[in-house]
């Protein structure tokens, strides 16, 4: 009898681990097999980023994540996006498995709290004032004492609590307008905000919208989606291989599909590249002589993204190359471009820059051009020159070889 009983227990342990690994291995497979579609999106009123605008939802952000569901076949559209208060997303994204929002700053700070993907555009948190006030700030010391308002859970409050204030000592609203109202009233001197969407928040709400200003900058950096830390990273990891796919993939046009949305809402910037025009004529000179030398072994490196080719420190210099039809040999950066003609396409204002430079160094051998292009190591559109000069390589072909930098305002 005894004997029976232990058998009898034996047979429900392994039947208790069957199921416990059945159950295991199956939430595991529901874990792996979880898409982009699956995922909760969130977003708030953020323009020119996300916002809703006669009950549509649109912006950069909007618009770029319904070209992501297109390239992952997710069947989803900005319909499915639920609109809430910056707080609501904030936490829900915290806690909540599988749930995204988005335009998110990614600091240091809130590195760990979530899973990223981008970057979306640039963003810069500013203090913004009334301009009829004579306030100034030269540091961030020069903040105490003044009232200094600030959403709920949003980057500008955890930048003034992080830089020294006190939580209690900040004016906490859940919406911009009671801020920009306040601001009107003088019941508070300041709000630390985003710069885009803080003017143009302003610009829609405000009684007078040409009385404000920014005066001090608190943060430079990137906007970004903020995935829950327990989603699955190869979720996250195809999230962010279709947006890399959608700012490096060119369409008929000639641009991608990030420069045209990034176009529709925010003009290029000018930016002080660390890169100068000697360095520029120095990559040239280089990879010139190199074909001159050996021709198929240097488009295969710079095709394979190598140094110098591509600098190993900065992967926005890098070298590209034409032949003298306008297709691209070789491209140190994006070498889903390479063997694809551009004659006749353009930047995304209008100018077929491509042909102009193959034009220009067959006529002068050598020479600058300027256009709008996007950045590898950062988000949105920039103003960029471009040094040319004609090559012929040790293959008895001809090539327009070319590097560039981004321009300071003029």
């Known amino acids: 009898m005894k004997k029976s009983m232990n058998i009898k227990i034996f047979a429900v342990t392994i039947i208790l681990c069957i199921t416990s690994i059945f159950l295991f291995r199956a939430t595991e497979i529901m874990a792996k097999t979880i898409a982009v579609d699956d995922l909760t999106y969130m977003t708030e009123q953020y323009p020119p980023f996300n916002f809703e605008e006669k009950g549509r939802l649109q912006g950069i952000t909007v618009d770029l994540l319904e070209e992501i569901w297109k390239k992952t076949n997710a069947g989803r559209n900005r319909d499915h996006i639920r609109l809430v208060k910056w707080t609501v997303g904030y936490q829900a994204v915290l806690k ?3 749930t995204v929002l988005f335009s998110m ?7 760990n709290l979530f899973q990223w ?3 979306i555009a640039p963003t810069k948190i500013v203090i913004i004032a009334r301009k009829d006030r004579p306030l100034r700030i030269n540091k961030f010391d020069d903040l105490t004492g003044y009232k200094v308002a600030a959403l709920r859970d949003d980057i500008g409050e955890q930048l003034l609590v992080q830089g020294g204030i006190k939580r209690k000592a900040i004016v906490i609203k859940e919406n911009a307008k009671d801020v920009i109202d306040m601001l009107e009233a003088g019941t508070v001197d300041f709000w630390a905000y985003e710069e885009t969407a803080g003017f143009w928040l302003i610009k829609h709400m405000a009684t007078n919208p040409g009385n404000f200003q920014s005066i001090y900058r608190l ?3 990137e906007l970004y ?7 699955p990273k190869t979720v996250v990891q195809s999230f962010q291989q279709s947006l890399n796919d959608l700012k490096k993939e060119k369409t008929i046009d000639g641009f991608s599909v990030y420069e045209r949305i990034f176009d529709h809402y925010l003009k290029p910037r000018y930016v002080k590249d660390r890169v100068t025009n000697d360095q520029v004529l120095q990559m040239v000179d280089r990879t010139v002589s190199d074909l001159a030398n050996d021709a198929p072994g240097t488009i295969k490196k710079i095709n394979a993204g190598e140094h110098p080719y591509r600098d190993k420190d900065n992967h926005s210099f890098y070298v590209f190359m034409y032949d003298t039809g306008v297709t691209m040999t070789a491209h140190g950066d994006n070498i889903k471009i390479v063997g694809k003609n551009f004659k006749g396409k353009t930047d995304i204002n209008g100018k077929a820059f491509r042909d102009e430079i193959v034009a220009k160094a067959q006529q002068n051998g050598s020479g600058w051009e300027d256009y709008v292009y996007t950045n590898p190591d950062e988000s949105g559109l920039y ?3 471009t040094y040319f000069k004609l090559a012929k390589g040790s293959d008895g072909k001809t090539y327009i070889v070319c590097s560039g930098k981004f321009k300071d305002k003029p």
């Open 225 to 231: 989606f903020a995935f829950n830390r327990e989603t």
């Open 117 to 119: 993907a981008g970057p």
């Open 96 to 98: 909540k498995k599988n």
């Open 105 to 111: 700053t990614r600091t240091p700070e809130r590195g």
């Open 383 to 385: 103003y960029k020159t």
């Open 219 to 221: 943060y430079e950096g």
